[in-house]
């Protein structure tokens, strides 16, 4: 397991409030089946954390995109924070070898699973804007979210299905096509 003195090296980030960042690694299997520390768990950093980066993301993409509309705005801001991706953002910054899981979970793939790996960034990012702000959170976040949106923009992933539908067809067919329910 990784020591959070060795996270923080690797993350380039020194937090003032080191609590913060044990309670972002603590997983609730954890804390389940070691209630004698009375430690945290990271659900509620998670939900801060959550909202931080749609902030970011969405900041980020109103100065990338100056002359796109807020729907597409909102889909790309969706492709880029989901759990896949975050999850993609968490291993990148080793959180899946920080990540304090209780037994059971460890046995159960709990470090690779997906679902954990995202809410583990999402409570590293709250952590780190409550210990220091947003500014902090940015320079983590961002350059993340940068690799990230080039992928987004070049696969087309803020595109559901009916509307890649709706321009293939236009494109193709010089039709849009009718949906009956």
């Not at 959180?95 to 999402?122: I, K, P, V």
């Amino acid at each position: 397991m990784l020591a959070l003195d060795d996270l923080q090296d690797h993350l380039g980030i020194r937090f003032d409030n080191l609590e913060l960042l044990q309670r972002a690694m603590t997983h609730r299997s954890y804390v389940n089946e070691n209630m004698e520390l009375g430690l945290p768990d990271n659900q509620r950093l998670e939900f801060l954390g959550d909202a931080v980066l749609d902030f970011i993301a969405g900041e980020l993409l109103f100065h990338q995109f100056p002359d796109e509309q807020e729907g597409r705005l909102t889909r790309l801001r969706a492709a880029l924070v989901r759990t896949e991706t975050l999850a993609a953002f968490a291993e990148e910054c080793r959180l899946n070898e920080a990540l304090m899981l209780g037994r059971g979970e460890e046995e159960n793939g709990g470090r690779t699973r997906t679902s954990n790996l995202c809410d583990a960034f999402e409570a590293l990012v709250g952590a780190l804007y409550l210990d220091q702000g947003i500014e902090a959170a940015s320079r983590l976040a961002v350059p993340l979210l940068h690799s990230a949106l080039d992928d987004v923009v070049r696969n087309e992933m803020d595109k559901d299905a009916k509307s890649s539908l709706q321009e293939w067809s236009q494109r193709h067919l010089n039709t849009v096509p009718t949906y009956e329910t």
